[in-house]
């Protein structure tokens, strides 16, 4: 048990050093950069270390962290637009002190917010690298983990009793009518978060809950809040224009059923990402939950 006066990222942050300094590198500085379920820390000039703080969470061991690898290594080899693994360590996925963890190159991220047209055509150029990509990859994976999900947030009681179906009769019929469609490999949650604004230019990143789907599913996750949220209908519809003039297509049906799907599996999660949420969080979730209940069929 640790200490009381121990910093929860001692030991994720000591994982980290250790599995750098066993393949030659010494990190010289520690600049934690995000410190959420995932701990991302800058330990060199150039690396950057991703470790899985959440050991107790939904996600155990290490195999969606190999399909991540396995997806970014893809796509940086073949030119795409992301941040790249770190090419002086093997991309693992390693685990040391019972964390997961992989490398990544550092870049600058830089202050001006993209144009909706590079987000729609970048997001298209990722797709189309990831059409080709070889492996297998689980179908529709977050929305049916999002259904097993609801039995964990019923043990713990985290969402009332017609909350709860709410969002299964949602992830049901999402599940349903999503299947039946094309399927690639996405990214599986193309949010403004998971997009970097860098000196290197526009890059994605974060691809640890990729899966096989219809396009529409990234689509969606990149406009709801513009969409829906906000009401800035400009800013989404210029990347879905974008993403179609740069090769994309999509069914307009499919994006509204993902729109809804994308608000139901956000609004599971919450309680599990955000155990003691912010008063901005909570009013998010209370916007998600009234949405799905006005688009109700």
Known sequence: MKSSTMPATDLPILAATETAIAHGIVP????ILQDGNTLVLRLTETLVARVVQDRDGPRQGTTWFARENAVAQHLAKNG???????????????????????????????????EPEAVGSTLRHCHAILHAFPEPLPELAILTETVDLLGTLERRALFPEDTLELLRGHLTRSV????????????????????????????????????????????????????????????????????????????????????????????????????????????????????????LP
């Open 28 to 31: 010289d500085r520690c600049e």
């Open 80 to 114: 795409a637009p992301v941040i790249p693994m770190h090419p002086d360590i093997p991309p693992g996925p390693h685990e040391h002190l019972g964390y997961p963890i992989n490398f990544w190159r550092f870049v600058t991220r830089i202050d001006e917010e993209p």
């Open 176 to 295: 349903t009518m999503l299947a039946a469609l094309p399927h690639q490999p996405l990214h599986g949650d193309a949010h403004f978060g998971n997009l970097m604004n860098t000196s290197d230019g526009l890059l994605w990143t974060d691809w640890e809950d990729t899966f096989a789907g219809p396009v529409e599913w990234d689509l969606a996750s990149i406009i709801w809040n513009a969409r829906i949220l906000d009401e800035d209908h400009d800013t989404a519809d210029r990347i879905l224009k974008a993403y179609q003039a740069a090769g994309g297509c999509f069914d307009p049906a499919a994006l509204e059923q993902s729109l809804i799907a994308r608000a139901a599996v956000m609004s599971a999660w919450y309680p599990i990402l955000y155990p003691d949420p912010s008063a901005e969080r909570r009013e998010k979730l209370r916007f998600r939950l009234e949405w799905l209940e006005r688009v």
